[in-house]
């Protein structure tokens, strides 16, 4: 067994003789003391946190001395210096002892901060859920379904008079029937429009004004049919006469 162990032992023995020499203290109605809370923990450890990043700042002082020191002893006083030299190195091992415990100590505040942070969170949603237990519990389900039926009634009445009140008054047209005597008019219109001759201008136009140029006559073409028409009555007569 270890040093450490046996003193660790015989400290735990000689306090349980100290302060509970006899179980009839239990008895008589003392009761052992609980484990600290979260809050005491936390508050613990950011103290002890708080002076061993007091003991670094005085281990680097001391460690920046004992260089000076060195420096200043050198050849001159070779005992002195090495002295010094001994000392900066556990002052080093200290320095680097006391940042591995605060590594540790720093890990378990946060352990403890997150853990009382889900305390508080899962004591608060418990409360919230006692609190939605107790306002459904004044819920009727089949209030809620009446409700709901009488809602949607509501609604379907204030359609029906939007519906009422936007249908036009008086007759009601067939579109299509509208359509097709639309459809008639314009063919009659355009059957009129076809039929009309457009009217010959009366008005003389001022013969001054237009260039004189000669037509080609038509009388001789007229001429020439009539005289050879004239010939062939003369024959069909003589041709009668000599029949006769």
């Known amino acids: 067994m270890s040093k450490i162990s046996k003193l660790f032992k015989g400290s735990s023995s000689s306090n349980s003789s100290s302060h509970y020499p006899s179980s009839s203290k ?11 809370t979260p809050q005491e923990a936390i508050h613990k450890l950011r103290e002890t946190e708080a002076m061993l990043a007091k003991k670094q700042d005085f281990l680097e002082n001391k460690i920046e001395q004992e260089i000076m020191i060195a420096k200043k002893n050198g050849l001159k006083n070779k005992r002195a210096a090495l002295q010094a030299l001994k000392r900066k190195k556990r002052f080093e091992q200290q320095l680097t002892q006391i940042d591995g415990t605060l590594s540790t ?12 942070t889900n305390t508080e969170v899962l004591k608060t949603m418990g409360y919230a859920a006692k609190a939605i237990k107790g ?20 609604q379907e009445v204030a359609q029906e008079i939007c519906d009422a009140i936007s249908r036009p008054f008086g007759d009601a047209f067939d579109e299509d029937e509208l359509l097709a005597e639309l459809a008639e008019l314009e ?45 062939d009555d003369d024959d069909m007569q003589m041709l009668a006469a000599w029949a006769v």
């Open 26 to 36: 239990s008895k008589h109605g003392h009761r052992s003391r609980t484990g600290p």
């Open 187 to 231: 063919l009659e219109e355009s059957m009129t429009n076809m039929g009309r001759v457009p009217s010959v201008p009366t008005a003389k136009l001022p013969t001054s004004k237009l260039p004189t140029a000669k037509l080609p006559s038509t009388r001789p073409s007229q001429r020439t049919p009539s005289k050879k028409r004239a010939e």
């Open 105 to 116: 100590i720093e890990f378990q505040r946060e352990a403890l901060e997150n853990a009382n």
């Open 135 to 154: 306002v459904h519990q004044n819920m009727d389900l089949d209030k809620i379904d009446s409700l709901m039926q009488d809602i949607t009634e509501s």
